[in-house]
């Protein structure tokens, strides 16, 4: 089976699984996090290297109070508890979006947690936290013009590898495949210049019932797809 080496999700559907329960939104996102577990097995399980999470939006931010406190909390939680998972699966840990503007406490694991798995290379496991695309976009604009400003570039020979190379994902290959669980066909601000020729898979589950078997059918549709790059077959 053709594999893709890069999978990134957009995590869609806590909300309504957990109203569909009568509970609260968090206890949703807090489901969420099960499944993160099962992504991250079946992608090593598939020998998929790099599998990229979209984990809070920037514009996450405009939700109520309550929920993006109880997400960055579950996001905190999440790394104090599996940070040894990742070690014992030789899983390196990144993240693109401006991690700084994050609690205190929680940029400070991250970038701890970050240093702690640097040399691992069984997976590469990236989690987007406050990441825009277009947020990207103009940090990266921002730094070719410094650079610029400096004479270390030359904007007469700027290529778009010259700009990838200064986006968060510089290190990433692009993605192949991008899943999007609950049913919706948008990419919500993730990836846009990255997923110029990504496959887009939709499922109808909520990311909470995503489960390993749902990644396997995600992996055969993606198998079945003739990438032609703009080329004809
Ligand atoms: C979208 O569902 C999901 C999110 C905004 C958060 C995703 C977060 C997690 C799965 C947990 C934390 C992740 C990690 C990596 C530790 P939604 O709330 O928009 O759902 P809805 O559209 O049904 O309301």
């Given at each position: 089976m053709d594999t893709p080496q890069h999978v990134a999700i957009i995590m869609d559907g806590n909300g309504r699984w957990a109203k569909k329960r009568k509970l609260t939104r968090l206890a949703g996102h807090k489901e969420g996090i099960?499944?993160?577990?099962?992504?991250?097995?079946?992608?090593?399980?598939?020998?998929?290297?790099?599998?990229?999470?979209?984990a809070f939006s920037s514009e996450n931010w405009n939700r109520p109070k309550e929920e993006v406190n109880g997400l960055m909390s579950l996001?905190?939680?999440?790394?104090?508890?599996?940070?040894?998972?990742?070690?014992?699966?030789?899983?390196?840990?990144?993240?693109?979006?401006?991690?700084?503007?994050?609690?205190?406490?929680?940029?400070?694991?991250?970038?701890?947690?970050?240093?702690?798995?640097?040399?691992?290379?069984?997976?590469?496991?990236?989690?987007?936290l406050n990441y825009s695309s277009q947020n990207e976009i103009i940090d990266a604009v921002k730094r070719i013009i410094q650079e610029e400003r400096e004479s270390?570039?030359?904007?007469?020979?700027?290529?778009?590898?010259?700009?990838?190379s200064h986006l968060d994902t510089k290190d990433l290959p692009d993605p192949d495949l991008?899943?999007?669980?609950?049913?919706?066909?948008?990419?919500?601000?993730?990836?846009?210049l990255q997923s110029a020729y990504a496959e887009?898979?939709?499922?109808?589950?909520?990311?909470?019932?995503?489960?390993?078997?749902?990644?396997?059918?995600?992996?055969?549709?993606?198998a079945q797809r003739e990438r032609r790059y703009g080329k004809i077959s």
């Amino acid at each position: 089976m053709d594999t893709p080496q890069h999978v990134a999700i957009i995590m869609d559907g806590n909300g309504r699984w957990a109203k569909k329960r009568k509970l609260t939104r968090l206890a949703g996102h807090k489901e969420g996090i099960n499944s993160v577990k099962k992504a991250i097995e079946a992608a090593i399980r598939n020998k998929i290297p790099y599998l990229t999470l979209y984990a809070f939006s920037s514009e996450n931010w405009n939700r109520p109070k309550e929920e993006v406190n109880g997400l960055m909390s579950l996001l905190h939680g999440f790394l104090e508890k599996e940070l040894k998972l990742l070690i014992e699966n030789k899983i390196q840990l990144k993240t693109i979006g401006r991690i700084h503007e994050l609690p205190k406490a929680t940029h400070k694991l991250i970038v701890e947690s970050k240093e702690k798995t640097a040399h691992f290379d069984q997976l590469t496991l990236t989690i987007a936290l406050n990441y825009s695309s277009q947020n990207e976009i103009i940090d990266a604009v921002k730094r070719i013009i410094q650079e610029e400003r400096e004479s270390t570039i030359n904007l007469e020979e700027l290529t778009y590898p010259k700009i990838a190379s200064h986006l968060d994902t510089k290190d990433l290959p692009d993605p192949d495949l991008i899943i999007r669980t609950s049913g919706e066909y948008r990419l919500s601000n993730f990836l846009l210049l990255q997923s110029a020729y990504a496959e887009i898979y939709t499922s109808p589950i909520l990311w909470p019932d995503f489960n390993q078997s749902h990644f396997t059918t995600a992996l055969e549709h993606f198998a079945q797809r003739e990438r032609r790059y703009g080329k004809i077959s």
